[in-house]
């Protein structure tokens, strides 16, 4: 009698936070680039969104946007995005905080603070390693940080590079729960392409504006086209005042052309198409205070 060892599948969904701009829409094409990943198009059992999902034979990953959980609670935009971030986290196995080198700001400070909160088991990625100048500068930088809070692992990465990047999935895997998975697995790489280009966009709005508009701004994806030649991009940028619209827009709109045209590039580079972005700003007076456009807006 043959006895076959029976492996066990493994399910989980893990959320992946960190400020704009450490690299998480990297991380996740390099992963996917590895390995098949999809996004479904069925009804999500999740309220989160769902970025992609990593199959292989015995494993799937679902990766979400994790909402920010924000501190500073008068505005509805605050409140909502507090009550939308505890109940998306409810249903989250495992925390991927992702952190630009050893740059730990007043942003890194909040996000852990509310991940304590949360008490969710946390992977700390440190990204962007091949820009240190001296590859020893990285134990001090570990070591800083292990301090900080009992993280489950803390794993240095280049996400441009792929550096690194089987050690965090076999981590990630060696923390998610045994369980069936829960969506198709098809043979195609197909990413959720409206939230590396409104990432992308937003990105380079707030890289240009400082910090005078970060949670004001929204940046709502309206269509994507493919022709034969050239992908076609159009975009909303929301904002709450004809104030804010006059200094996104720029004097004779240079800001928002020179917001379009980096975004027009880094797209081109990611997509790898030409690209024709058409960004149009809106304003919506307190979409920031209105609960009911802020589920419109997700």
């Known amino acids: ?88 986290y409810e249903e989250v196995d495992l925390v991927i905080f992702v952190i630009d080198r050893g740059r730990w700001l007043k942003e890194e400070e909040n996000i852990l603070k509310n991940l304590k909160e949360l008490d969710k088991p946390v992977i700390l990625v440190v990204n962007k390693i091949d820009r240190l100048n001296n590859k020893n500068g990285i134990l001090p930088i570990l070591n800083d940080l292990s301090s900080k809070h009992n993280f489950e692992a803390i794993i240095p990465i280049s996400a441009l590079r792929k550096d690194n990047l089987e050690d965090l ?3 990630v895997i060696e923390k998610i729960p045994t369980g069936e998975f829960h969506y198709p697995t098809i043979e195609e790489k197909e990413f959720s392409q409206s939230f590396y280009v409104s990432e992308i966009i937003r990105e380079k709005a707030i890289n240009r504006l400082g910090d005078e508009l970060p949670y004001r701004i ?19 940028i929301y904002v709450e005042s004809s104030s804010q619209k006059a200094i996104l827009l720029g004097k004779n709109g240079s800001m928002i052309k020179s917001i379009g045209t980096s975004s027009r590039k880094e797209l081109e580079k990611e997509l790898d198409s030409k690209i024709n972005l058409q960004l149009r700003v809106r304003v919506k007076k307190n979409w920031t205070n209105d609960v009911n456009l802020l589920s419109k807006y997700g």
Request: proline residues 2%; hydrophobic residues 35%; positive net charge.
């Open 218 to 236: 929204n940046v709502e994806i309206d269509k994507i086209q493919d022709n034969k030649f050239i992908k076609h991009i159009f975009s909303n």
């Open 1 to 88: 009698k043959k006895w076959v060892l029976k492996m066990n599948k493994k399910f989980g969904f893990v959320s992946l936070t960190g400020r704009t701009n450490v690299g998480k829409s990297t991380l996740l094409n390099s992963i996917f680039q590895k390995k098949i990943a999809i996004t479904s198009r069925k009804p999500q059992t999740t309220r989160n969104r769902i970025l992609g999902i990593f199959s292989d034979a015995k494993n799937q990953i679902v990766f979400l946007d994790s909402p920010g959980v924000h501190t500073g609670h008068r505005r509805a935009l605050n409140k909502y995005m507090n009550k939308v971030a505890r109940t998306c």
């Open 169 to 171: 999935l076999s981590k």
